[in-house]
């Protein structure tokens, strides 16, 4: 998994997020373990607490859950993390919106914007 972080914006949402959307988008499936904190911890580069504080900020909002010595899982009901998902995915696009008014730009020149962009 690549964990590309925003050093500018606080690591631990920033972890909780990446969780939700693969758990929403379901690349990791209902009642499947996660990778333990340890190993989450090296591959994003960050410290083993910051990790186990995401963690435990999804299981308090129902995303995920422990099992005393086993480890994470996700819950079964993925709907939080789709919510959580969709929660993100307007808070992006209110931002960009939001942006490219205060560049000038109305409604129909954001919508050819947007048609004519190519993701690299």
Avoid at 41 to 60: D, I, R
Avoid at 97 to 119: A, F, P, Q, T
Wanted: proline share 2%; aromatic share 6%.
């Amino acid at each position: 998994m690549d964990w590309l972080l925003d050093k500018k914006r606080p690591i631990c949402p920033q972890i909780c997020e990446r969780l939700c959307i693969l758990i929403a988008t379901e690349k990791v499936g209902a009642g499947e373990r996660l990778m333990s904190v340890r190993e989450v911890a090296l591959q994003a580069g960050v410290t083993p607490n910051t990790v186990q504080k995401s963690f435990e900020q999804l299981e308090q909002k129902g995303v995920i859950y422990s099992r005393c010595g086993s480890g994470w899982y996700v819950n079964e009901d993925i709907h939080v993390a789709q919510e959580m998902m969709r929660e993100l995915v307007n808070d992006k696009t209110g931002a960009y919106l939001n942006d490219m008014h205060s560049l000038g730009l109305k409604d129909d020149e954001i919508i050819n914007v947007i048609k004519e962009y190519r993701y690299e």
